[in-house]
């Protein structure tokens, strides 16, 4: 129900790949493969770029997070949802 709330709050970009309910992983590699297998028939260059925004969640401040859905007019109840996720959170590695 969250989830759902939050989706039509703050739609996804349509290239969004990660946090997404679809195999966002299967299908870049069925894309990649289709793209170098195109480019190998047609005899064309072709070049890959690979992203990986390191950390990005721990680089935005919780506060702007519950601002934007505040802004965005998500509901308080799901924006409490929220903010009690990020109160107090620690991360145990043993």
Do not use: W
């Amino acid at each position: 129900i969250t989830t759902a709330r939050l989706a039509r709050a703050c739609p996804i970009n349509r290239r969004q790949q990660g946090f997404i309910s679809a195999s966002g992983c299967s299908e870049n590699l069925k894309m990649l493969q289709l793209l170098v297998k195109s480019a190998k028939q047609e005899h064309q260059d072709l070049g890959v770029v690979f992203v990986d925004i390191a950390k990005a969640f721990d680089t935005v401040c919780h506060q702007h997070i519950i601002a934007g859905l505040v802004q965005r007019g998500v509901d308080s109840h799901v924006v409490h949802l929220v903010s009690e996720m990020y109160r107090n959170i620690t991360t145990y590695i043993v």
